[in-house]
């Protein structure tokens, strides 16, 4: 069964600043999905950034952007130019590639990120 | 920009009640999900729902639970009697119909059992 870490449960930095999350997994299989979801205290899951595992090129999206290293099955989120409005819980998660009629999401426990003006 | 919306965001329930929660999953998607977070806790995948069958199921997802898409548009889980242990988030998803896209919540229902 696949499963995902993440390691941090608080991180915490300066507005303006860069932070980066950690995220591990484990899985058997070569294709799959990765995911960093941003659950802010209105607790609605915000997709922000999706990773394809065959694809070697990191994923980028404005100021956040992906470290994938698959060997080490690693999967990190970095986030340029702090922002207020980007404190919020952060949640990696992992979906098979032929999901087909499942594709159910596996997730993280989750860290929880807090900006300082 | 379309959405998947969840009624209602809020709910109390006495501890034995039946609960009904309702979705609205995007018009054109073909796959759905309820995930439950219960609170600090992380997101845990109870049932996929597809082509009007339950596709997939956790073990959470046991003989109290139910889901149904009784009219092609909403999409249900029942809670038949309600535990304390119940008192969650529950996320409604959904999916398009390639394998190339990704799952788009609701805005979730808090269920409280008391």
């Known amino acids: 069964a696949q499963t995902v870490t993440q390691s941090q449960p608080e991180m915490s930095v300066q507005e303006a600043e860069t932070v980066t999350l950690s995220c591990t997994y484990d899985?058997?299989?070569?294709?799959?999905?990765l995911f960093w979801y941003k659950q802010p205290p209105s607790r609605q899951m915000i997709l922000v950034i999706r990773?394809?595992?065959?694809?070697?090129q990191n994923a980028t999206e404005n100021r956040f952007s992906v470290n994938f290293q698959k060997a080490a099955k690693s999967f990190s989120l970095k986030i340029s130019d702090s922002q207020l409005g980007d404190a919020a819980m952060y949640f990696c998660?992992?979906?098979?590639?032929?999901?087909?009629?499942?594709?159910?999401?596996?997730f993280g426990k989750g860290t929880k990120l807090s900006v300082k003006p | 920009e379309p959405e998947v919306t969840q009624t209602p965001s809020h709910q109390v329930t006495q501890m034995g009640q039946e609960v009904i929660l309702r979705c609205v999953p995007i018009?054109?998607?073909?796959?759905f999900y309820w995930y439950r977070q219960i609170l600090g806790q992380k997101v845990e995948f109870l049932v996929s729902?597809?082509?009007?069958?339950?596709?997939?199921k956790s073990e959470i997802f046991d003989d109290q639970f139910s889901v149904e898409r009784p009219d092609g548009s909403n999409f249900t889980l029942k809670i038949r009697s309600t535990k304390l242990e119940d008192s969650a988030m529950y996320f409604c998803?959904?999916?398009?119909?390639?394998?190339?896209?990704?799952?788009?919540f609701g805005q979730g229902t808090r269920l409280t059992v008391v």
């Open positions: 998803a959904s999916r398009g119909d390639s394998l190339n896209t990704e799952a788009f």
């Open positions: 899985t058997s299989e070569s294709d799959y999905y």
């Open positions: 990773q394809e595992a065959y694809k070697q």
């Open positions: 998660a992992y979906r098979r590639y032929y999901g087909g009629s499942q594709g159910n999401l596996i």
């Open positions: 018009s054109n998607h073909l796959y």
């Open positions: 729902f597809y082509n009007n069958e339950i596709s997939e």
